[in-house]
């Protein structure tokens, strides 16, 4: 027995210096990761930007990111602040001589495709140089090349040149089988995004609107494509349409590229470029190299700490609470407004809405700080993919509106889903409910039964008070009647080139336009642009996002490619507890 505890002992003393020792080097490598390394740039070099990974409006704080450790790498990818800036920084970076896009996949919405796009068209005023090369051209990420002086693509590879389409996912069928019944209050003949639960096809109505912002960002794409390509609008449709491009020897035929050649092959041409020796390794940094060397200096303008223009940045889905950097907690954004509006050193505001929209109540939450900005200092909203529904109302307020092309934006409306659930719980699966209340409402909103139809009126009366605000909030920020705004609203989508017309933009333009529109209306030629809210250091956000990283691995693991509907059910979890003013989320657009 002895000998026993002498064996245990000395096995719980080794489990102690191990984990002693691992958590050492876990730290140790965490601080080499934080640590900012100045990235020594070579002369002739190549800035390469590949963008393999979604871009979000703001580079994560996540150091593991470059180490591949626990899967960290998955979620690599640099923020669209960082591309800009430092595109920027390189058209008249000596040591840089040129950009090679290289196996772009551009993942990312149509509007942030189109301001790098435009930053990279601004980077050719220099008269450097522009390559692009893929495997595999979509739509989207040829958009991106068509810009560049050269395109090639792999003699064996895959060019989609075939036109846009959006697919929306019905469960109706699903729930019929269930026994589950989508209980649903709206606003605006245009709301689509309750139809996957009540329908098994698209209304007319939605069909129609569909076909419109489609057709909206099909034009902007081709528009593009031929200036720079010089290929007439009206032949790219054809292309598209016929589907001509079928092999890679028919993209040069059309002139979509310039060459079919292997990797190796255009390496050597960039060496030419860059008077580099064929035996040697080429002079290249990463975007995400180059940026890391910005540091706080990137968005600094003449740097004027005393004049400070605040960016705001509001992305992901609107809900109460605090969120994080991909979603919008309506504490975190309202308390970042105040902060900004009672800092004597901020003289502007930039808000950037990059929102498919959410609830309701946590959007009013927003809007209403916005409009309290407003009236000490000048507030621009610059809109990334989309400023819709929610994401329109938190907008609506601002002095000004910038918006590109293809942002989606509009969809002005409410809804609200209750689910009945008897036919499963009762019908399928053989429970019964009983109970007793101290009101006749008191039980409103149980999803074990039918709404009644005095209920259900009460919840429209709701909804229909929620668009009325809505749309007041609109019209009073638009200057527009609210009749006006009813016209336009009723949850149609619309794109910004499309929201110009009528109103509800009021430039084209990107995000710098926003900034220097912002500047310009404070009075300010020297200012120091300062990013709001400020992001949770890693060591802060450490345990939750590892815990929600090994879990979304592990259901992703599971489900495989039904992780999509996955995603969709928990959202429609969270419509329950409060009347949504949000897109119609289930599409998907190729």
């Known amino acids: 027995m002895k000998q026993f505890f002498k064996f245990v002992l000395a096995t719980i003393v080794g489990v102690f210096v191990a984990g002693l020792v691992l958590l050492v080097v876990f730290v140790g490598i965490i601080v080499a990761a934080s640590s900012d390394k100045e990235v020594k740039i070579d002369d002739n070099s190549i800035l390469t930007i590949s963008l393999k990974n979604a871009v979000p409006e703001r580079t994560p704080n996540n ?40 196996d772009n996949l551009t993942l990312s919405g149509q509007a942030t ?34 810009v560049a002086d050269k395109v090639y693509m ?57 076909t419109s912002y489609l ?48 990797k190796d092959e255009v390496l050597n041409e960039l060496k030419g470029l860059t008077k580099v020796d064929l035996k040697k390794n080429l002079h290249s940094v990463s975007i995400e190299s180059y940026a890391q060397n910005d540091g706080d200096d990137k968005n600094d303008g003449d740097k004027d700490t005393d004049n400070q223009v605040a960016m705001v940045y509001a992305s992901g889905e609107i809900n109460g609470g605090n969120g994080d950097d991909n979603t919008i907690g309506s504490d975190r954004i309202s308390a970042t407004l105040r902060q900004a509006r009672l800092n004597d050193k901020v003289k502007a505001v930039v808000l950037r809405v990059n929102s498919p929209g959410g609830s309701s109540l946590a959007s009013d939450v927003i809007w209403r700080e916005v409009s309290l900005t407003k009236k000490v200092k000048p507030v621009i909203v610059s809109m990334g993919d989309y400023a819709a529904s929610g994401g329109y109302y938190i907008a609506c307020a601002a002095d000004s509106i910038y918006a590109e092309p293809n942002t989606i934006t509009g969809s002005i409306g409410i809804f609200a889903i209750l689910p009945n659930m008897r036919g499963l719980l009762t019908g399928k699966l053989g429970l019964s ?11 409103l909103g149980d999803v074990t039964r039918p709404l009644t139809p005095e209920e259900r009126a009460i919840l429209q009366s709701q909804v229909n008070r929620g668009y009325s605000d809505f749309t007041g909030a609109v019209a009073a920020g638009r200057k527009k009647t609210p009749e006006y705004i009813n016209s336009i609203g009723q949850g149609r989508v619309w794109t910004g080139e499309q929201a110009i017309k009528i109103g509800l933009v009021d430039r084209l333009g990107n995000i710098n336009d926003a900034v220097a529109s ?22 802060k956000s450490l345990s939750s996002d590892l815990q929600s990283h090994v879990q979304t691995r592990l259901v992703k693991a599971e489900l495989g490619e039904s992780y999509t509907y996955y995603q969709q059910l928990k959202s429609m979890q969270q419509m329950m507890h409060t009347p949504q003013a949000r897109l119609p989320f289930f599409a998907t657009m190729k």
């Open 63 to 102: 150091p593991l990111a470059n180490l591949g450790f626990l899967g960290f790498d998955e979620d690599k990818s640099v923020g669209l602040n960082d591309i800009l800036a430092s595109i920027k920084k390189a058209k008249d970076d000596k040591q840089i001589k040129g950009i090679y896009l290289a």
């Open 113 to 146: 495709t189109e301001e790098i796009r435009n930053a990279l068209i601004d980077f050719k005023k220099s008269k450097k140089f522009i390559i692009a090369y893929a495997e595999v051209y979509t739509q989207s990420s040829y958009y991106l090349a068509s």
């Open 154 to 210: 792999n003699p064996k590879g895959i060019f989609d040149f075939a036109g846009m389409s959006s697919q929306i996912t019905f469960f109706k069928g699903a729930l019929d089988k269930l026994g589950v019944e989508a209980q649903v209050i709206k606003v605006g003949t245009y709301k689509s995004a309750v139809e996957p639960f009540i329908l098994d096809k698209m209304s007319d109505a939605n069909r129609e609107q569909v």
């Open 215 to 262: 057709g909206s960002l099909n034009n902007q794409m081709l528009t593009g494509i031929s200036n720079s390509r010089h290929i007439n609008k009206d032949s790219l449709f054809s292309i598209a349409n016929n589907l001509k491009v079928r092999m890679p020897e028919d993209a040069v035929t059309y002139k979509l590229v310039d060459g079919l050649k292997y």
């Open 433 to 443: 409910f009983d109970g007793v209340k101290t009101g006749k409402y008191a039980d």
């Open 518 to 539: 912002a500047a310009k209306k404070a009075g300010l030629k020297k200012y120091k642009l300062v990013e709001y809210p400020e992001q949770k250091s890693f060591f």
